[in-house]
């Protein structure tokens, strides 16, 4: 038998006329199932797909030209060989069967020798398909699932664990400095390391797991009733099988690693793409956070993103050290979570960048990973290393201030730190972009300012322009009151200093802050004058 899988399902009204196919395939040794009447035909190719489907044509209910063209509309996992059997032979019934979607006629009385011959013929059929299927279906250089095949199986794979409530996740891949394996030992190099990353991650995924070339380097894995924990361990096992390994170029042992980011479906994920995007921005954050590593989309903060408002882009020539705030203080990893909680209750911040020996950025400590500790045994006592976040995204003060506007446009956090040959100087967050774009919308005729003949006391102005009670400024205005501003707010920083008292230091601090946002603004209409409007 040349075909690979024989499955037949035998519809007929005609207990007789069945046993008799049946009789006839079975001995030539096709699996057979019985059925009927259409409706129940139907119902079992939904459960398990034949590759054959003979059919009677005159049934009661639904004849067998319906059931083809049901057959033909409904999505199958391969294709189905459909034998239409009547008694008719007029050229008129042979359109109308072929027109429904019928592969073949049989005529009654079906002889055995003409059945059998007739199911060899669909056999190649059969198998021509499967190839070409098989084609469209696996990425031709890795061989793993196509793009469109793996989101084909993952539309599939998540209407089936959303019906059955199961869990299911989803992890994207991505070779780091791919394109630097391709510069430096030429493509052919570079397929050789995507066909063995694929052969690596695909030794390491389950019989019910799916894994697809997403495009490019990027590949992506499709964790049937795994959880997001379940999906952490798969991708950290994996990571170290990709970062272990060594890739063979001629004389030359190349060592590669991988980043990873993980997102589970959750209740209100809006379909595969979701999903997808979700462990994508997770991917993102791993990649700018030092790569080689695993990053869950939990681990991201509440969703959100910024706009430009249709007008031309404010962040054109702009680098972090000109957009960014000031770090105020670090903390150390050999810290205790104790002091640790004392520094941030006492500078009013809810996260910190945390350093090492070196004084060089090695992770981030919030409030949140404090909280974490809180019911563990000696949290108090423990090291700041060892409850800190490691994957820390951060970029040099002279990246440009559009690239980290488009990171925090699609992924989930809200800040990025900025460093200085890898020693943390700044923050840059929603806030500090927003501020950014709002003074250059002033500053090119598009803002909000005060009304004319406001009071010129800089805290009246505030309270003014808090309560919307704004007329346009020109950049230079706009400059004067941030100008008077900035003095009232010295004052008041001199006068809480000579207090002499450590209670003020939150007052210090929150004053400090606000004058370098006021010079941020002041920086950011002085480019008024030098590319005036």
């Known amino acids: 038998m040349t075909v690979a899988w024989p499955k037949v399902l035998i519809v007929d009204d005609d207990a007789g006329q069945r046993h008799l196919m049946q009789e006839m395939l079975s001995r030539a040794g096709y ?6 009447d259409a409706n129940a035909a139907l119902a079992a190719i939904e459960e398990d797909c034949p590759h054959y489907l003979l059919t009677d044509w005159l049934m009661p209910g639904m004849t067998g030209v319906e059931l083809c063209r049901q057959v033909r509309q409904l999505e199958l996992p391969h294709y189905l060989y459909v034998f239409i059997i009547t008694w008719k032979s007029e050229q008129s019934a042979v359109v109308e069967g072929l027109s429904a979607g019928a592969d073949d006629f049989l005529v009654k009385p079906i002889r055995a020798d003409e059945l059998l011959a007739r199911m060899q013929t669909g056999a190649r059929i059969l198998a021509l398909e499967r190839r070409l299927r098989e084609m469209a279906r696996i990425d031709p250089l890795t061989g793993v699932l196509s793009r469109r095949a793996f989101h084909e ?7 089936r664990a959303s019906r059955h409530r199961l869990p299911l996740s989803c992890v994207m891949i991505d070779i780091d400095y791919f394109k630097k394996v391709n510069d430096t030992h030429g493509h052919p190099a570079g397929d050789t390391v995507l066909r063995e990353l694929g052969q690596i991650l695909q030794a390491n995924c ?3 797991d799916y894994l697809g070339r997403y495009g490019g380097e990027e590949f992506c894995a ?8 379940g999906a952490l361990v798969w991708a950290e096992r994996a990571r170290s099988a990709v970062h272990e390994g060594r890739i063979k170029l001629g004389n030359t042992a190349l060592a590669v690693s991988a980043s990873f980011g993980v997102a589970e479906l959750l209740n209100d994920t809006a379909g595969v793409s979701a999903l997808i995007d979700m462990a994508d921005q997770a991917l993102l954050v791993a990649k700018q956070s030092g790569r080689d590593r695993v990053v869950p989309y939990r681990a991201l903060t509440d969703a959100g993103s910024l706009a430009m408002a249709g007008v031309s882009n404010p962040f054109e020539g702009v680098v972090a050290r000109n957009v960014m705030s000031a770090v105020v203080a670090c903390l150390r990893e050999d810290e205790t ?11 009013r911040i809810n996260s910190c960048p945390v350093v090492d020996e070196q004084g060089k950025l090695s992770g981030v400590l919030s409030e949140k990973d404090v909280i974490a500790t809180l ?4 949290c108090w006592s423990k090291p700041v290393r060892a409850v800190m976040q490691r994957n820390v995204v951060s970029y040099e003060e002279e990246a440009p201030v559009k690239a980290i506007y488009d990171f925090l446009c699609r992924v989930s956090i809200r800040r990025v730190v900025i460093v200085h040959d890898g020693v943390p100087t700044g923050i840059i967050s929603r806030g500090s972009l927003l501020r950014w774009y709002s003074n250059w919308l002033t500053a090119h005729g598009h803002g909000a300012a005060l009304t004319e003949g406001a009071d010129d006391r800089p805290e009246l102005q505030c309270k003014k322009l808090a309560d919307g009670q704004t007329s346009a400024l020109t950049p230079r205005q706009h400059m004067a009151y941030a100008a008077r501003t900035i003095a009232h707010e010295a004052t008041a920083l001199q006068q809480a200093l000579a207090t002499g008292s450590e209670d003020c230091l939150p007052l210090l601090i929150d004053r400090a802050s606000r004058i370098q946002e006021l010079v941020n603004d002041v920086l950011a209409d002085s480019r008024s004058f030098i590319n005036p409007a």
């Open 206 to 208: 389950r019989g019910g």
């Open 337 to 347: 979570v104790g002091q640790a909680t004392e520094f941030l209750l006492r500078f």
């Open 375 to 378: 019911t563990e045994k000696d």
């Open 31 to 36: 699996e057979v199932r019985n059925a009927e």
């Open 222 to 229: 499709l964790l049937t009733e795994t959880r997001e924990e």
């Open 153 to 159: 199986q993952a539309e599939r794979e998540l209407r």
